[in-house]
Structures are given as C-alpha cells and as structure tokens.
C-alpha cells in the first residue's frame, strides 16, 4: 500500500498557540488510520491545515501526490479529499433528503449539468445511504430537529454521498449512544471495506479506534508524540503518560 | 385536471384579460407586475441564496440606460439626441421604434447580467450585513456616476421618443411587456428552483462553510445566478424607461429608496425562499401602497414605515413562512416508514 496523504513538516500557530509544530505522518491508500491526542492537542487544526481551512506556516502536505497546502477548501473537497466537522454541519433548515441530494459530487458534474433534476439513480442513492445510518425514517423531517448523533450520522451519510476518495472525520462517535457505536463502527469499516473510501479519523475513544484503525498517531501540545499500531500505541508510555496529564 | 393546474390556467387567463377587462387600471397593473418582477429576482439571492442586496436596483436604472441607449443609439447619435433633450427634433418611425423597443430590452438584460458577473465577483466575498451595504454602495454610485455623465443627458436624465399610436393602446402593449416578462420569469423560476443548481444555492444559503467543504462551487453558483435575476431586472427597467417617456437618473432609475426597498419589502411581506411569497408580497405591497398613496397622502410613508416594522416584528417568514408553521404537512414534512405509500398531497 501507498501513502494517499502526506504530511511533512507541517506547522500552525495562532499568534503564540503552537497548534501544530513539525508535524510528520502518512495516511495509507485504502485504510483506516487513527489520530488521537488529548483535548487542545492540535488534531482539528491539523485537520483543518489538510483540507485547506487555513494556510499553514510551513511545511508541506500532499494528497496523491499533489502538493495542496496552497489550495482553497472547495477546489481540495473536488479532488475527494473531504472532511467532516467536529461540530457538525449539516444544512438545518432542509429535510434529510434534500441535504443528500445537495452532496452529490459536484465535481463531477459541469454547469449545464447542474440545470438539472436529481436523477432518480440518486435519489435511489440518498435513500440507501440514509438506510445505511439508519435515518431512512426521518429522511422527510428537518434536518436541524435531528438530535445531536442523528445529525452526525447525517453528516457522515452526506459525505458518502459525494463519493470521497478520502474521508477526514472529526470525532464521528462524540454524542452517539454508546448502544449504538458498534453499529457505528461496523458502518464505519463497511464504507471502507465496501465502498473503498479511505479513512481518517480523530477520535477520543480509546476503544473505538484501537477497534478500526490499522495506524495510530497520537498528538500532544501540537507535536507527534508517537505512531504505530493499536497494540503499540496502547503500551507506549509516553502515549499513556499524555492522557493521564503526567509530563 | 389537478387542482393546481386549474388554479394557474385561471390566473394566466386573468393576466391575459385584465387590461381589456379594466382599461383604468392598466398602469397600475403594469407596475404590479414590475413588483411582481422585481421581488422575485430580488428573492433568487435574497431568500434563495442567503445574500440580501440592496443594489438590485443598479440593474433597473442600468437597464433603462442601456435600453434607451440602444434604441436611440440604433438611428440617432446619442449625444445629440440627449443635448436636444427634445425627442420630437428626431422622429422615430414605429418599425424603428419596435425594433428599438425589442433590440434595447434585450440588450438591457444581456449588459445588466454582464455587469451583474463583475459587480459580484468584487462582491461576493462580503457577507451579511456587508454584503447588502456594499450592493447599496454601488446603486448609489451608479446613479451618481449617470447623472454626471452628460452624454447620457446628466441630472436631466433621458426623453425617449414618443410611442408610436394611440396612448391607450400604447398602455396595453406595456402591460402585456411587464406581464410577459413576468410570466416567463415565474416559469423560469418554477422549473429553476427543482434543479440541482438551485439546491446548490439553498446550500450556500444554509451554510456557505458547509457547502465549500462540500466541494460546490459557490462563486460560479452565486455569479451565475445573480447574472440571471439581473438579466430580468434589466430588461425591466428598459421596458420601464419606454413606459415612462421621460425618466432621470436619480429619482426614476437608481431609486434606491423607493423600487429598490419596496422590492425588498415585498418579498418579506410574502416569504422569502418561496416561489409564491414574493408573488403575493407584491400584491398585497402594491395594492397597499396604491391604497395609502392614494388616500392617506402625507401620512403613506409612516404607514408604510408602519409595515415594515409589523413584518420585521411579527411576521419574519412572511405569509408562507406563516403558514408553513401553521400547516407544516402542505409542505410535505412528515415521518416515513420504510414501505408505506407517499400519502396524498
Ligand atoms: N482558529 C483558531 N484561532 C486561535 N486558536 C486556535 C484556533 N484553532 C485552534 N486553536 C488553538 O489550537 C490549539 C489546538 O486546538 P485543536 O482544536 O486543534 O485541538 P483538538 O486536538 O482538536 O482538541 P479537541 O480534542 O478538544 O477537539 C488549542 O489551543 C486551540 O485553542
Ligand atoms: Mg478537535
């Protein structure tokens, strides 16, 4: 397998938070790879610096190759590198069905093609995503009188929709009913098993992670603290040592 | 036949009849359906994309400009025309004038799209309440720059040649122009609105982060579909300027406080977002304004003050955001099992 994403070197700062300092890891092509770190580490901002939220101070992040640390969110997002957001947004106003349908693939599509209805083969899709995170029932109703988790799951289903090569997710279990984050999981590893999206995640639960990931970095105070698999991120001491607050 | 379709055939079949049924109020029909025009341009950026302008008014006054200028400028040189500031030194023949009428209309509309592209591209990346204020800016400064531009006859403003025929039957062709326009832009809307294009809008509307993040390509979506609404404000404001014989640049073609707010006022008194509410707004707008201007004159500012601030209080969706809440399953929310069959609308 190959790297689909790379990032070296890579620094934020916002005024004199080090967000991000020196930061090197790979994302490998068709996997899961994991990222955790405590709170204020700096996994959202390098998620952020990845999709191109806010121009980073140096270093250099590629995706299949391409350098797109100087490219704009809507231009990265058409390449299929997408992410979701830790507050999630989906668009409130709308019932389910239509945020769906406003996540199909715009690059894949010209502006004639946008004076055009939905084609019944993607409503078909919008339906079996929803389906898919157990939304169909709700897909009529307002996507903003969704609770929390629901607009998660919501917000994961659109983001399948629009086909992603890559797919970055910001903490996809917060909120989400313990009972029912093995379905989560399973979906999880099933878009990436069945519809080959590779994924990258932050997440703050241990087991979920340890669970999917076949690659763990972990972030503390902005740099890399330590990278490998689940068994050898769950014994390094350094890794353990952060999360506890001992230094 | 369905019920709708009843209800839009008897509606096209009143707009077609209304000025032969009710010849004395032509005028005031044609300036409804200039309402009507306006308010639902107004909402394809206001209510369906999320950014209000207060500059829409820039493609009117632009648009009567243009025409004008077209439609002298075809047989006259424009200059002379406009120092003469008396169009019976040059007689237009009526194949010239309809050639102009037609030619200038539609010339209005490609130039106000055009410059719609530009204007937006500048000011686009302003959002909210700097959005609105900028758009505003460049309407205020369009009519300052016309009517310093004598050319284009300055703070007098412009005579266009007189009408071919008799007046009254004048009146009824410019109804039937303003209602024509109209009628295409509701259809025009009507099929917009169910495309992928406009769903893209409604994103950036709800979300413009989001919709980034989505990969939509939120400027070309927002340039193109303000280009549209400019296109039919400027062929309104041309068809405005053949109306109104005389028009001048501050007070008839970049009215700002006047065609310019009232559209705005329109679409919130009917609903913005919607394809009806900027439709009734203006009805119940015009009929409104013609009642006050007509018979509480001196007071038709306050009262029309006084609408505002009940809109803005009390009514923020309008009528149809009204009975959205009252009536939410006319808009098809409900819950659905997998399975059971769509329930009739
Ligand atoms: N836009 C911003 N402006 C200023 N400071 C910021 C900004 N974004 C992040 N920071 C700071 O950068 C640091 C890292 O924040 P970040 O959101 O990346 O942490 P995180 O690892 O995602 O934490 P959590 O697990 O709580 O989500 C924090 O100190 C935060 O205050
Ligand atoms: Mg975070």
């Given amino acids: ?247 | 036949m369905s019920r709708n379709a009843i209800l839009h055939i008897v509606l096209l079949a009143a707009t077609i009849a209304a000025p032969l049924l009710f010849p004395a109020y032509n005028a005031f029909l044609a300036t409804l359906w200039l309402f009507i025009i306006v308010a639902l341009t107004w909402d394809m950026t206001g209510g369906q994309m999320g950014y209000n302008s207060l500059g829409n008014i820039f493609f009117y006054g632009t648009g009567m400009y243009v025409g004008a200028v077209i439609a002298i400028g075809m047989y006259f040189p424009v200059g002379e025309w406009t120092d003469a500031a008396r169009s019976e030194l040059f007689l237009m023949s009526p194949g010239q004038y309809y050639t102009g009428l037609a030619v200038g209309s539609l010339g209005a509309g490609i130039f106000c799209a055009l410059a719609a592209l530009i204007i937006g591209a500048l000011t686009f990346g302003l959002r909210g309440p700097y959005f609105a204020i900028g758009t505003l800016g460049v309407a205020i400064a369009g009519g300052e720059i016309v009517s310093n531009i004598e050319w284009l006859g300055g703070g007098q403003g412009i005579s266009m040649p007189n009408p071919p025929g008799d007046f009254d039957s004048f009146k009824v062709l410019i109804y039937y122009l303003f209602a024509g326009l109209g009628v295409v832009l509701f259809i025009f809307l009507r099929w917009f609105y169910q495309t992928r294009f406009a769903a893209a809008i409604n994103a950036i509307r709800d979300d413009e982060e989001k919709a980034e993040a989505m990969g939509i390509h939120t400027l070309r979506y927002k340039l193109v579909t303000w280009a549209i609404a400019a296109f039919f404000v400027g062929i309104a404001g041309s068809i405005s300027a053949f109306q109104l014989i005389h028009f001048e640049p501050l007070e008839t073609a970049y009215q700002t406080i006047n065609l310019g707010i009232f559209m705005v006022v329109c679409v919130l008194l009917g609903g913005k977002g919607t394809l009806w509410g900027p439709v009734i707004g203006a009805v119940i707008f015009h009929v409104f304004k013609e009642v006050t201007w007509n018979y509480f004159l001196g007071g038709q500012w306050i009262a029309l003050g006084a609408l505002i601030v009940v809109i803005v209080v009390f009514f923020q969706g309008g009528l149809m955001g009204f009975f959205r809440r009252r009536f939410p399953e006319w808009f098809g929310v409900r819950v659905e099992t997998k399975g059971a069959t769509e329930t009739a609308s």
């Fill in chain 1, 1 to 247: 397998m190959s790297a689909i994403i790379e990032v070296s070197h890579v620094s934020k700062s916002f005024g004199g938070v080090h967000a991000n300092t020196d930061i090197s890891l790979s994302v490998e092509k068709g996997g899961i790879t994991g990222l955790i770190g405590p709170n204020g580490s700096g996994k959202t901002t390098l998620f952020n610096s990845i999709v191109g939220y806010h121009p980073i101070d140096s270093g250099s992040i590629r995706f299949e190759g391409r350098e797109i640390s100087r490219m704009l969110v809507p231009e990265i997002a058409r390449l299929g590198l997408l992410r979701t957001f830790q507050q999630t947004r989906i668009y409130g106003a709308m019932n389910c069905m239509q945020n769906m349908l406003i996540s199909i693939p715009h690059r894949k599509m010209t502006l004639w093609e946008a004076f055009r209805r939905n084609s019944p083969e993607e409503k078909e899709r919008a339906e079996h995503l929803l389906e898919f995170v157990g939304l169909y029932e709700k897909r009529l109703l307002q996507a903003g009188s969704l609770s929390f988790g629901q607009q998660k799951l919501l917000e994961f289903a659109m983001a399948m929709m629009n086909e992603p090569t890559v797919l970055l997710l910001d903490e996809p279990t917060a909120g989400i009913n313990p009972t029912l984050i093995n379905g989560l999981i399973d979906r999880l590893k099933r878009a990436n098993s069945e519809y080959g999206i590779t994924l990258f995640i932050i997440e703050h639960n241990m087991r979920v992670i340890m669970n999917m990931a076949e690659r763990i970095y972990c972030l503390a105070y902005g740099k890399l603290l330590a990278s490998g698999t689940p068994a050898e991120i769950q014994d390094d001491q350094r890794v353990i040592d952060a999360y506890l607050g001992a230094h």
